[in-house]
């Protein structure tokens, strides 16, 4: 028993540089939540400034169009969920049948590119190259044969064109961990399969795929935190009152608000709903996984 | 015990040598007309600076001041120098005894909220600008010094009379219960040059043969014609009528200026007969102008795909040659305009003023002369040298002539404009429209000699222009004889321009349900024109954003006043 | 390692080097558009012209970008700022995620130790608590605040930890029958082990300080000491208050040169472009080490 003990002081010490500095620079500034329940003055400030409870929450599910932006928020988020996980380990999968290294390392680089360039860069791209009259995809759609599409324009269509979008530019990035994942599964059981012939396909489906399911596990669960997080920087510039019915966000709209006047108690409340939802999935995917797969996601 | 002994004879120890230097000082320069009393007494603590008590006097010992700075990317520098240690700052220091202290500079974008963020901790400059929110939020709190009486005696003659330029509107936001709690910060292109003017190319009415616009009839006449009719005659259906962008009402291919012809103010408070105000986007004037718009869209005059489209975007617009008419502001030409000259030298640009439907003047709506506000803390040592320093700007930078050398404060050979490090920036309104004036008088007599700053920097322009230098195009259809100017000079002799009624900060309802209005404004107004709803839902707006709050704001604005 | 010959699959193949083509084409546009940019004439870009190619070519902006002294100052505050930051970050991550990596019996009071980790993911007090605890330190309008409000990377040490797991437990087990402490079992077998996981969550590491713009904004007090992507923040965003706001024609002009702006663009976004590259060459690493030890 005390060896066992003995043993695991190591890893308590290894942990107290890392729970010294959260603990600063986490915890401490955490108390700063209770600004979510205060009608804060910067002039008061956190400790000076009255109370109003829950009046910001009241106000924000009292929005006239409340049920709708909290709508679009969830739908633009959850598909950019699914999007996020499918298709950057769709390519990696694919790229992992890529025999030729330089090639490989080629691809991987380029589709990592657009993750750098900033929203208000690319939106202006957008607009162009997805304009009904003059944009190369609609050119492209016509010359199918279908009529074109006003992608950013059009309620019906701005949510999906979103979701893309943001695809385009993100899962370059975030296929290098599931790259990582597939590194890290041993050849031997490749070469095992092999001698048993199974086809490529076949190891895809029984070695490399479960080799990353703990990841894919793990980043599904973190992202469904995400689900009232629908990209603020790229639906603002990207958005306009055309498109307010389908694509205006919580974040968007408290944003709007905020240029009236400096809403930190709003803000705050906000954050906090959004942290408080994130933890609720959190916790619920984490004790679903343990309870039903015996597994812990961290 | 002992070290608060020591420190007080230190004190009073510096305290007489600064007094002896400050005789020396006296003694030595007599120019400038500062009224300095050198002060022997000890203080009890801390340096009692010799006091001044009129505009522009020296501080001895030198005082230190703090303040909060935002900059941009205009803000350029000499090698070495910044916005702590420049010309303004040697003067501050060397001529008035004003050491000024920047706490932090950070670029304009996020002055408010670091700004905020340092009052919630604590940090509050001795002074700094504001808006009309912080403006009333620190006054209801105490915070703000009382500047009243301070404005009266330290302010010199000149800032008094700008302060008053508008007639008293800024002036009359700044003051709660006849206390003045901040100086209005003046625009330098406020007022009148804020109305909003017609774009159109010139060579395309001509290629048409059609007639400059003088009323609604005539611009929709002139945007029908360009998006049909190939304006620019290359057998090509490539162009719009009118520019549009997705935010309606600001930079250029704003509607506010086409709206003001219907008499219609969106976004403005007016007074209606009775003296009350009202809300202008609800009037029934809008509705017309909407009808017509939605009339023009239908007609594929307007760009189908402006609601994707910024201001960015319609100026690609107009660079590339597809756009001909747009209602803008006074300085689009100079850049907006400006590229389309660059890549099509057969362009001409022509301004005119916004038309009303029968053809006589109408009001275009202004902004507000003062958004900003000079506020100094409560109990601040130097309560009035923030109103020194506005003192110092205006002396140097208006009233100083530096002839036959160009004005060192204005800018300098490396093409640096030091004006703008100045902490407390209080201008003219008219600034530029004075020197419009100027230069055409000093064309007329094609003498430019006697120019003080700008105007002297567009003479030279205008007439490199008018020798040939193609380059200078975007001075011309700014400062030229029929530049966009030349629409703000019509407006000013005829009074025309229309303030926002209801000044001050948002009241309660107001903070609290205007950006759901606002919302639900833009996205009707959209749809109208799109098409997407028919010109009732305009009524049914009406109803439901007098139900959704807007009585309730209109009811507290008129408390207001 | 070829995999079946079968003409499936050879079709299989010359599809996906198809496919995987065509997409990167498509991602690799956006820069090049760019770079195209950033070589033409200011009023080629304003017109919409340019779109792969440089049109009426001149290096005038580059001649600006290099000259531009706030930009390679801003360069040299983010380049400070990845290396001290992206050490702070490896080390703190590594050291939190081997402990955790074990389980509840080899480190009592696991669980509880993860969710106060993963509870700083999720919740934070918001900016003004924030900029208090900064000032309150001491740290404001230093470099050390850009790099320690982010010490503890909580996302790449869930990721880290997860990867740790997936290692063989025989080598631990043998290494403890060794005599080999934890100390050593970790900077000896298991970070070498992870070589792909590490430089993944390095990366990460690097990404998040390279692109972190708002709070070099935030608690920085001069615009001189700001980091590449705050100063770049106020080109790009900044100008748009500019145009919103001024009415001072010298300075719209100034500030609406598209082509410098893509200029300052490409040129900063280059070293972290050429970072993943480099980094690639541990993603077969760790399967070579990998198949060694077995």
Redesign the interface.
Known sequence: MIKRWR??I???L??I???V??L??????????V?AFQK???????FGSDWVGLEHFR?MIQ???FSQIMWNTVFIASMKIVAGIVVPVS?AL??N???R?A?K??????????????W???S??L??IL???RGVVNQFIEWLGFDSI?F??SNDWFPYTLVISNE?KEF??ST??Y???L??????L?EAA?VDGA??WK?TLHISLPGML??IV?MAT?SI?SILNAGFEQVFN?Y??????SG?IIDT?VY??G????Q?GL??AV??LK?VV??VL?SVSYFLAYRFANY??? | MKQKQKQKALTAASLLLAAALTLGACSNSNNGGTNVQPSGEPADNGGQAAAVTGPLGKYDPPIEVTTVRSVNQGFKYDEGKSIDDNIWTDIFKEQYGINVKNLWVVDESQYRQKLNISIASGDIPDFMIVNKEELLRLSEEGQLEDLTQLLEQYGSDYLKELLHQDNGTAMNAATYEGRLLGIPQMQVNGGVSTAEMIYVRADWLKNLNLTEPKTIDDVIKIAEAFAKDDPDQDGKDNTYGLGLNKDLFLAHGTVKGFFNGFQAYPDIWLKDGSGKLVYGSIQPEMRTALEKLSRLYKDGVIDREFTVKDWNKIAEDVAADRLGLAYGNVSDGGFIHKTNKDNNPDAEWKVYPIVSVDGSAVNPQLSDTANNFFVVKKGAKHPEAMIQLANIYLEHYYLTSYAPDPNPFISNANGVFPGKYHPVLIDPLNVNLDAFRQVQDALAKKDGSQLGFPANVHYDRLTKYADGDQTMWFSTIVFGGEGSYSVVDYYDKNKLGLYNAFQGAATPTMSEKMASLKKFQDETFTKIIMGEAPISEFDKFVEEWKKLGGDQITAEVNERI | MSGHKSSSYRLFQALNYGFLTALAILCVMPLVHLFAVSFSSNSAATAGEVFLWPVEFTTKSYEFVLTESAFMKAMGVTVLRVLLGVSINMVLTILVAYPLSKDAKALSGRTVYVWIFVFTMLFSGGIIPMYMTMRFLGLLDTIWVLVLHAAVPVFNIVILLNFFRNLPKELEEAALIDGAGHWRIMWGIFVPLSAASIATVTLFSIVMHWNAWFDGILYMNSPDHYPLQSYLYTVVVGIQSIINSSTDMDVLTMVSDRTARAAQLFVGSIPVLLVYPFLQRHFTKGIVLGSVKE
């Open positions: 043993m695991q190591p890893l308590h290894m942990l540089p890392g729970l500095a959260i600063i620079f986490s915890y401490i500034p955490m108390a700063g939540v600004i804060f003055v910067p002039i008061k400030g956190i106000y929005l006239p169009n390519i694919l790229l049948e890529v025999r290294e090639y390392r080629m691809i991987q680089t380029l589709v990592y590119l657009p993750y750098f360039l900033s208000v860069i690319l202006g791209i607009i162009d304009s009904p009259s006003f950013l324009g385009w370059g990035f290098i961990v790259l990582a994942a590194a890290g599964i041993n050849p031997a490749y092999l086809s490529r190891q703990p990841i793990l973190l935190g990207l306009g009152p055309a498109v307010y019915e205006d709209f709007r608000i240029l009236e006047e400096a930190y803000a705050t954050g906090l942290s994130s933890l959190i812990r996601i961290f």
